[in-house]
């Protein structure tokens, strides 16, 4: 099996078909979740380590709202900007 991406994630987080399969799977198990025909994806449980434990910082939800709000409100702004010069006209007078 070819090595691919690593991810740590809490499994509550997980979504409900994703944990099942986990759920199944003891450290050093892996699974094939997905044969395309062209691309295999495998799950491999690698550990179980308790959550309260690590020293993992969460994100700050209300810098990330904030994140969030500027660049809607910057995407906004580059739509309306847009919009204006579409529909700007210049008119140069000669003396």
């Not at 495998?42 to 434990?53: E, F, P, Y």
């Not at 904030?66 to 210049?90: F, M, V």
């Amino acid at each position: 099996m070819k090595q691919g991406q690593q991810t740590s994630a809490i499994f509550d987080d997980l979504a409900a078909p994703i944990q099942a399969l986990i759920a199944s799977l003891k450290p050093g198990e892996f699974t094939i979740k997905y044969d395309t025909g062209s691309d295999q994806y495998a799950l491999r449980l690698d550990s179980i380590v308790d959550a309260a434990a690590t020293d993992t910082k969460l994100p700050d939800r209300q810098a990330v709202l904030q994140l969030l709000t500027d660049y809607k409100r910057e995407q906004q702004i580059n739509i309306w900007l847009n919009d204006l010069r579409k529909s700007a006209s210049i008119t140069i007078h000669n003396k």
